[in-house]
């Protein structure tokens, strides 16, 4: 982005990784069942039933808070937020308002422009889920909703931003700052479906402010930014005014969208939950013992195990992937790091992403395993790729998976390097078969090299090293051509 | 632990209830065999539970209040559901959606409410003892003006859980009867503590009336003999007083200064919270079906306009109104602060003496349509608010009548002091009696 | 003072239907009623009271929810374990 400022915030609601609901005794565990199989009197709002507070959701905000610098307040409480909705069961969210969990504190990113940028917290609270609606019908046969109140509970814990981003690629940084930091508290799985929505905040200086509501990715943070970012951009420049308004994302169609101005005029008469104690809790903040960070551990990592700082970053980025590398180094830490380092940040969530599966279907004593093949030489660079996709190939087909050398062994992708003999014949066949490029090379055209190099390792299924396949061919054209 | 069933066939020519449980399982216990009533915005499992309201119509909740739950387990035989105002809101039983209930001492009159179906019950015999719930008097001024005794425990004392909220920080479940032992005796199967209540304070009652008030000390609040209490009333409750004197108290005269808008201050809480409490009633998840063939804002309006009653609708819209942004602060927050007022008001005087005693009603039972005014109906409550505020209990007991009416003698004490009420009250009745 | 355009505005905010028909009586009952409030205009204080009970929290711990046909037999209409509401969108 270039040009005039971009000003960004967030509010971040992320569900609390709790057993049991915020304000009641149903299982969190709703994802794999049916509608309306995790309810009760007090989620489903029936008459006379009353909240209770579950302790260890606001032992997980206030961890959150600790490590994010936050100040624990010395009195909180809940309000009610009244607004009328069928998936609110109670027709009000208990939620905190003007006496919020904590206050203040800060995350840092890396900034575009390089450096470090400290992104200030406005404020942290925790509060309940509403319940989740599908919508039915059509326009003649009439539309309609259903409603599923397993969702409805669920705590949340709401994390405010300043507008202190500068553009969609430092929102998205925050986010995932933010998700590792909330996974090594132990407090957060970023892989539950739904487990994270965001509101933004954005606005080109000088202008008003916009906010997007329904986001519900990573990736749906910066897209839903850069495309309000145009917008807003095109209308100052036909010299239109962005107005002040709440906008809703589309995901699917990757833009923004007004929210009618006819929905219900927003004033939603907080006051305090008047079936809910206060919460002094702030002597609770010295007690709390933080987990080692997502800065600590990647300076641990660069410092121990001799990353570079991209791989360190993207290694501990996420909780699973940085124990993942730990565990597949721990056998020889010496041996395995820097090999391990590149495979998993370089190869590995490549081909995890394109599957859209999670590391939990890798087994990190077969990947060790793997990783040593290719160390030592029993298979190439590029068998070592083949193998790690029948691997994860089976793990998806949930076929029974084979261990890396009875991959290697079944489809006989051990190198044919050492063996020299057979090398030298698969070349001289490649040369005889490729006398336009061979000759080329001998004119000086560098890319004939490279051709001749993929023939033979197509010829060797891929099991010869590449550099060796080089410094063969090239001898053997100098010497037949001297 | 069901040991049988009662057989309850009673001739309702009161309208006292709204669902009559004619064959009551029963078991062993403190309450082995007696029929109790309950008001009909107490949670009872497979028993419609309306509020007296349209709106829940047909609703059968899937749990027990606690409440209920202890009545159960100490053996009583739950015989039905009490008429009440619609959702507690009212203080003659006449805004009941289906049909207002009698007085038994006289049929022209209401019973008082809200909890006059459970009064009623009680006063013509129909059972033995009833809960009724009190936010702002609902059990004191339908045993006043039914001629029974009612006791509005401390708050906290006795679980809400599963209580149909209409002003969640004042109301509390208590005892009716024609005795006061009968009240202490259900007070000492509903109190104590549950989980499922973090209001709920760990209290048990586990007291027997003592009729020995000998060194007491009362104070009488002048607020309580002023302008709109009928003198006659005004007398009862003097001559009571004197009695109490009689049997080794001394009263001394106190004041209440925030009693000026002790009554105000009371409304705007109930109505803010009440316009919170009922809003979850859209015909969606129980309840007369909103029409799925409108958008959701109109039926929901819709459900809400045809079920609720217009009291209903006047207490949700100026609790809207008391929390809406722009007025929170003259309204609600102000409320609040008079609420502490009251209750430092309270401790003050209640460091000093042990009970404050003075008319539960500023008048004997209206008669039925006199009170079609709204504001001449909230101002009827005047005396019976500063212990909800205040979060005190406080009983009343019959101190004879007026015109052939009940009157009842209020007594409220400090926080917790539950016994000491009962006992103020039991020995008045001893005193009576004999 | 409210006038009647103001009774139908908080009507609105209630999402709470009135008719035509009763909105003079309504908006006349509710001055007087608003009027008598006007006395919490002469409380004083700051509202500071003692905090007995605080922190009163439950263990995280699962308990049985409600076999799924309670949650539904007092639903008006339901569809495949959802409960029906009217259109949202």
Not at chain 1, 43 to 60: D, E, T
Not at chain 1, 61 to 67: G, I, L, P, S, T
């Amino acid at each position: 982005m270039t040009g005039t400022p971009v000003i960004v915030g967030l509010e971040v609601h992320c569900q609390l990784d709790t057993q049991s609901k915020l304000f009641c005794g149903c299982s969190t565990d709703y994802r794999n069942d049916g509608p309306n199989t995790h309810v009760c009197p007090v989620c489903l709002g029936l008459p006379g039933s009353m909240p209770v507070l579950n302790k260890k959701a606001i032992w997980y905000a206030m961890r959150v808070a600790k490590a994010l610098s936050c100040d624990v307040i010395h009195e909180s409480e809940f309000s009610r937020k009244n607004y009328f909705y069928p998936d609110l069961d109670k027709a009000y969210q208990i939620t905190q308002y003007d006496k919020p969990l904590a206050q203040g504190g800060y995350l840092e990113i890396d900034g575009d422009e390089g450096g470090i940028r400290r992104v200030r917290l406005t404020r942290i609270h925790v509060e309940e889920d509403p319940g989740r609606l599908v919508h039915m019908g059509n326009a003649e046969r009439g539309k309609y909703s259903l409603v599923d109140y397993n969702r409805a509970g669920i705590p949340l814990i709401e994390i405010v931003s300043e507008p202190d981003m500068r553009s969609p690629k430092e929102a998205r940084k925050f986010l995932n700052k933010l998700r590792a930091t909330l996974e090594y508290l132990g407090v957060f799985d970023s892989e539950k479906e739904g487990s994270l929505r965001v509101d933004a905040n954005i606005s080109i200086a000088g202008s008003e402010r916009v906010e997007v509501k329904n986001i519900t990715s990573y990736k749906g943070v910066e897209k839903a930014l850069t495309f309000e970012i145009t917008r807003q951009k095109n209308l100052l420049r036909r010299g239109l005014k962005v107005e002040r308004e709440t906008r809703h994302f589309l995901e699917a169609r990757g833009i923004t969208q007004s929210a009618r101005s006819k929905e219900q005029e927003h004033d939603y008469r907080y006051f305090p939950e008047p079936d809910l104690r206060p919460l002094h809790v702030q002597p609770w903040v010295a007690g709390i013992t933080l987990p080692e960070l997502p800065d600590a551990r990647r300076e641990r990592f660069m410092a121990q195990y001799g990353c570079s700082m991209n791989h360190a970053r993207t290694l501990t980025g996420e909780l699973r992937i940085a124990n993942f590398y730990e565990t597949v180094v721990a056998p020889d830490p010496k041996g395995l790091s820097a090999p391990a380092a590149t495979w998993i940040a370089d190869t590995l969530i490549g081909e995890l992403n394109y599957r859209g599966i999670s590391l939990d279907a890798v087994d990190a004593e077969r990947f060790t395993a793997l990783v040593r093949l290719i160390k030592d030489g029993t298979i190439t660079d590029k068998s070592g790729v083949e193998v790690l996709r029948v691997m994860l190939d089976q793990r998806m087909k949930n076929e029974q998976d084979e261990t890396p050398s009875r991959i290697v062994a079944r489809l006989n992708l051990a190198r044919t390097a050492g063996d020299a003999h057979a090398l030298a014949a698969v070349i001289t066949e490649v040369i005889a078969q490729n006398s336009k490029a061979v000759e080329d090379y001998r004119n000086g055209k560098n890319g004939a090299l490279n051709f001749l190099v993929g023939q033979a390792m197509k010829k060797t299924r891929g099991r010869s090293d590449p550099g060796e396949l080089n410094r063969m061919i090239t001898g053997m054209l100098s010497t037949r051509g001297a | 632990m069901v040991l049988s069933e009662i057989e309850f066939e009673p001739d309702d020519r009161y309208h006292a209830f709204l669902t009559i449980c004619r064959k009551a399982p029963c078991g062993d216990g403190k309450l082995a065999g007696i029929a109790v009533a309950v008001k009909d915005n107490i949670s009872t499992k497979g028993i419609e539970t309306t509020c007296a309201s349209k709106i829940l119509k047909g609703y059968v909740p899937p749990y027990d209040a606690h409440v209920v739950e202890l009545l159960r387990q100490s053996g009583a035989a739950i015989s039905g559901k009490t008429n009440m105002d619609e959702f507690g809101m009212g203080t003659t039983t006449e805004n009941s959606a289906f049909g207002p209930t009698l007085n038994p001492a006289d049929t022209s009159r209401v019973p008082g409410g809200s909890s006059g179906g459970s009064a009623a019950a009680v006063a013509a015999g129909m059972v033995r003892m009833a809960l009724g719930t009190d936010t702002g008097g609902s059990i004191r001024c339908p045993a006043a003006f039914c001629g029974i005794v009612g006791l509005k425990p401390t708050y906290g004392r006795v679980s809400r859980f599963g209580l149909i909220a209409y002003s969640n920080s004042l109301e509390q479940i208590g005892p009716m009867a024609n005795t006061v032992s009968d009240v202490s005796l259900l007070m000492q199967v509903i109190a104590g503590h549950d989980r499922r209540d973090t209001t709920s304070y760990n209290q048990p009652y586990r007291h027997t009336p003592d009729a020995d008030i000998r060194g007491l000390k009362v104070g009488i609040p002048q607020e309580y003999f002023g302008a709109g209490v009928d003198p006659t009333v005004a007398e009862l409750v003097k001559h009571a007083i004197f009695r109490l004197e009689e049997l080794g108290a001394t009263s001394v005269p106190c004041s209440i200064p925030s009693m000026e808008y002790a009554l105000a201050a009371y409304y705007v809480t109930c109505t803010s919270e009440a316009s919170s409490n009922l809003a979850r009633f859209d015909g969606v998840r129980y309840g007369p079906a909103a029409d799925t063939k409108k958008s959701w804002h109109d039926a929901y309006r819709d459900v809400r306009k045809t079920n609720f009653g217009t009291e209903v609708r006047r207490r949700i819209m100026l609790g809207t109104f008391a929390l809406s942004s722009g007025y929170y602060g003259k309204y609600y927050a102000k409320a609040q602060v008079a609420k502490e007022n009251v209750k430092k008001d309270f401790a003050r005087i209640l460091a000093d003496v042990d009970v404050i005693a003075g008319p539960t009603m500023p008048t004997i039972a209206f008669t039925l349509g006199e009170k079609s005014d709204p504001l001449s109906m909230y101002l009827a409550d005047i005396l019976t608010v500063p212990a909800n505020l205040a979060g005190i209990p406080a009983i009343s007991v019959p101190c004879g009548k007026a015109d052939g009416m009940p009157v009842g003698l209020q007594i409220m004490g400090n926080h917790f002091c539950d016994e000491r009420v009962i006992d103020v009250a039991y020995a008045y009745e001893q005193a009576v009696v004999s | 003072m409210v006038t009647e355009q103001d009774v139908q505005h908080i009507a609105q905010l209630a999402d709470i239907g009135i008719d035509a028909g009763e909105l003079g009586t309504f908006t006349a009952r509710f001055n007087a009623i608003l009027d008598y409030f006007d006395v919490l205009d002469r409380v004083q204080g700051d509202g500071a009271g003692a905090r007995d009970l605080i922190n009163v929290m439950r263990e995280d711990v699962v308990e049985p929810s409600l076999p799924q046909e309670d949650v539904l037999r007092n639903a008006p209409a339901q569809e495949d374990g959802f409960i029906r509401a009217p259109r949202v969108m």
